[in-house]
């Protein structure tokens, strides 16, 4: 083992949102996201039944949990605002007084426990109504209606929130929905795909130009990003037509959002290839140079696993409509170290290999992991005789992800913060509470009860010594 240090000024924190842990309570019919509408109209697909309906009731159960975060000794939290729930008119952004001052008071009980917030202005919270009126991120019109809403936020909480983010995971609800077609309404439509990827990029840029208009660095210190995910994406070998498939991969999921975000621009030939297969999303030069002159304050970044892929070993279908497939397979790794339970692979050299990354071709940009963790399924079987659960699969996925990261942050990578998903177990889109991710576990059984894990525990620990062990890399090779 050998001993890791984490820097002074580091952010060891935690992460959630909101869709997935207020649950319904106050909200009113109209009220509902994307993510209930998904609910309401597809419950056979989401586990055992569970949904945003309840979550964990955070809404209700926020001083509990923000106390929990203050024994835990967590320097930031990070969340969202709902939009869907912020709202009582979306055309007019006439704000939801109930609402909004439930967030006030989760600002302010954050603080007051030395937690530094941070909020996600949507994840995955898209109203159900402007959604199913305007096509939700397909409209330009949509984008507008944000700004209305975003105003509004800044200038409630803009004196007291100093982490602002336009979203999480941009890429994730049209590539489940328009591009695999895999969740609720299951349309297939690559074209929408990508009208919804460059319409979030500018409504990124756009926030950006309303928080300079507000000057709220300048008067508060605040700054302002996004929260990609992009997926550290390796071929299968060395040779060319292997790593030709990993970078058309890479440009389709990962630079279609981190170079207009830092760059301030879509890469050229990504132009040309939509096209090529004719899914070029409307677009202006006006558009292209907001996205110009208004690039991101820093970057959150989730990273949970690596993307591996090879040339396509068959030819594609042209009957289909196009995907990215078009250029690339997916490839199985022999030997790989599996998180069995989520069927994802477990490979912490992601976090140096990113940071490596965003050091040489972003600009040494600041960013930190805004989301890394691990799902386990059934923790319960883990629980010792004082009912604490012995999870200390996560403590090694931690310690080892976040031994990577530090490892490029001592090569100069600007990387400032290491917030773990997620703080408690909450819901997940269609697994539910199948997989639980958090340093506090929720008993379903027991009137949604908390209860801390091993893994909060030794979270303290870290935190307070600022030094953690970890595995020798030079050890058994």
């Known amino acids: 083992m050998i001993k890791v240090n ?34 309401k109209n597809n419950k056979n697909v989401w586990h055992n039944g569970y949904g945003p309906a ?28 709902n939009w869907s729930r912020f709202l009582v008119d979306y055309e007019n952004a006439v704000v939801d007084e109930e609402y909004a001052a439930y967030v006030d008071n989760v600002i302010d009980e954050l603080i007051a426990n030395g937690v530094e917030p941070m909020f996600c202005l949507e994840h995955y919270e898209v109203p159900a109504e402007l959604f199913e009126k305007y096509g939700g991120w397909e409209s330009k019109h949509v984008i507008e209606l944000f700004i ?62 309303l928080f300079k208009e507000k000057e709220l660095k300048e008067k508060y210190g605040a700054k302002v990003g996004v929260i990609l995910n992009p997926e550290v994406t390796y071929a299968r070998s060395t040779a060319e037509h292997d790593q030709e498939a990993a970078r058309m991969y890479d ?38 140079q907001i996205i110009k002159e208004n690039t991101v304050d820093y970057v959150g970044l989730n990273l949970y696993f690596p993307h591996r892929v090879k040339a396509r070993t068959s030819a594609w279908n042209d009957s289909i409509p196009f995907h990215p497939e078009y250029y690339y397979e997916k ?17 912490p050299k992601i976090m140096f290999d990113m940071a490596m990354r965003m050091k040489d071709e972003y600009g040494n940009i600041e960013w930190f992991i805004a989301e890394n963790g691990m799902g386990v399924e059934n923790e319960h079987r883990f629980k010792n005789e004082e009912g604490i659960i012995q999870d200390d699969y996560r403590i090694e996925f931690i310690s080892e992800h976040l031994k990577w990261l530090l490892k490029a942050v001592e090569q100069g990578a ?37 209860s801390l894990k091993k893994s909060a525990h030794w979270y303290k620990d870290i935190i307070k010594a600022r030094q953690f062990e970890a595995l020798d890399d030079r050890v058994n090779k």
Request: hydrophobic share 40%.
């Open 6 to 39: 984490i820097p002074k000024d580091f952010m060891i924190g935690a992460a959630v949102s909101a869709w997935q842990t207020e649950g319904w309570s106050g909200k009113k019919d109209f009220q509902d996201s994307y993510l209930d509408l998904w609910y």
């Open 54 to 81: 309840v979550a964990t009731d955070f809404y209700n159960r926020y001083k509990e949990d923000i106390s929990y975060m203050k024994e835990i000794g967590l320097t930031h939290f990070r969340s969202s605002i």
């Open 148 to 209: 209305k809403y975003a105003e509004k936020v800044f200038d409630r909480y803009g004196d007291r929130v100093k982490h602002w983010f336009s979203f999480n995971e941009p890429v994730v609800v049209q590539t489940r929905v328009y591009l695999d077609a895999i969740r609720w309404p299951f349309e297939q439509n690559t074209k929408k795909w990508m009208q919804w990827n460059y319409n979030k990029a500018l409504a990124t840029a756009r926030l950006v130009a």
């Open 251 to 288: 440009m389709f999921f990962n630079r279609t959002f981190l170079d207009p975000a830092i760059k301030g621009e879509f890469p050229e030939e990504l132009f040309i290839l939509m096209e090529k297969h004719d899914i070029t999303p409307a677009h202006s030069q006006k558009e292209l």
């Open 331 to 347: 490839f199985e790794l022999p030997g790989k170290k599996m998180n069995p339970y989520r069927g994802w692979e477990i490979y």
């Open 414 to 450: 600007n990387c400032t913060g290491y917030m773990l998903w997620a703080f408690s177990d909450n819901v997940s889109p269609m697994n539910a509470f199948k997989n639980r991710y958090g340093l506090v576990s929720i008993d379903l059984e027991n009137d949604r009860n908390r």
